[in-house]
DNA sequence: AGCCCAATGCAAACCGTTTGCAATGAGCAG
DNA sequence: CTGCTCATTGCAAACGGTTTGCATTGGGCT
């Protein structure tokens, strides 16, 4: 269980000068919407649903429409990560520049409260199911699930 | 990483009345479409959608809401084992009697074939994880993506 | 054989997400 | 600065998996 530190959410801290330079840089357009979202995630610790991003726009900042195709842009552009965190529902965190994101959740079932969690097993551990059979270009996605101090 | 076994493809072996009596121990009736459903999860070896499940059903043997209200009973009832192997869709696989079901899958981003995993990362890890978030009664989901052998 | 309520079929509702299309506007050339 | 053009947006409809309301059926009991 090596614990390969990520500063992701140092990276997440960068500006959003930083971030909608990114954009240019891949000449996509600096629209209020897209402004406006990356500000949100800019600000928000944990992973966020496209309903929740909508909700915390400036008020009727844009469609909701608008929020799912930016938060395709951004993946696709490798702005944001995407989890699932159990339920059905995608939720989205800011990356850094050159940051994979890679890393894992432990969700409150009776709050829904999320801690972020660095820690990981091994590459080895994971090679080992990679070569035992034949796959190649192996990942994973794991959360951790349980009953919050609070909710005790 | 220990390999803890769990036998629940032997468990799966149960023959049908040893299934059907698990439901009329808990008093539930057995019906055609239940019979139908148990019949086809004890055959596939993993996790089945419900739409997988209704198709290999024999040719209208029972409507596609009937087999979604059966799988949540059989759930509820621990006879069978929720899995979200990505996408949105979930899937379902038979337990044996007193098996939690515990275990993971090696699923291919190309075809999706499907690997049963056995292996696990240890309790500890997982006990530190809640120890030091305070959190209590954790578990975790954990499904592994790659390119299987033949889509290389 | 008859009763009762669990279980079912069917169709509509649901919820997160995607998409077609016409209107808008960001970035660029002139 | 002005005008052009295509990426982006709003809106509403469609989508796919899942759930649900309601009338009907039928399994397990007496
Ligand atoms: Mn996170
Ligand atoms: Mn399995
Ligand atoms: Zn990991
Ligand atoms: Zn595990």
């Not at 890679?102 to 660095?118: K, Q």
């Amino acid at each position: 269980m090596k614990s390969r530190k990520r500063h992701h959410h140092h990276a997440s801290r960068a500006d959003l000068p930083a971030l909608t330079d990114r954009l240019r840089r891949k000449s996509r357009k600096i629209t209020g919407a897209r402004q406006a979202i990356l500000e949100i995630l800019r600000r928000h610790p944990h992973p966020m649903s496209n309903k929740e991003i909508f909700a915390a726009l400036p008020k009727g900042d844009c469609d909701l429409a608008t929020v799912y195709r930016s938060l395709h842009l951004l993946e696709n552009m490798g702005m944001v990560k995407r989890f699932d965190l159990g339920d059905g529902v995608a939720r989205f965190e800011l990356l850094g520049e050159g940051d994979d994101g890679h890393h894992h959740h432990l969700v409150c079932t009776r709050c829904a409260a999320v801690v972020e969690i660095e820690e990981c097993f091994t590459r080895e551990f994971e090679e080992q199911i990679a070569a035992r059979n034949g796959f190649k270009a192996i990942t994973h996605k794991l959360e951790f699930f349980g009953i919050c101090p609070r909710c005790q």
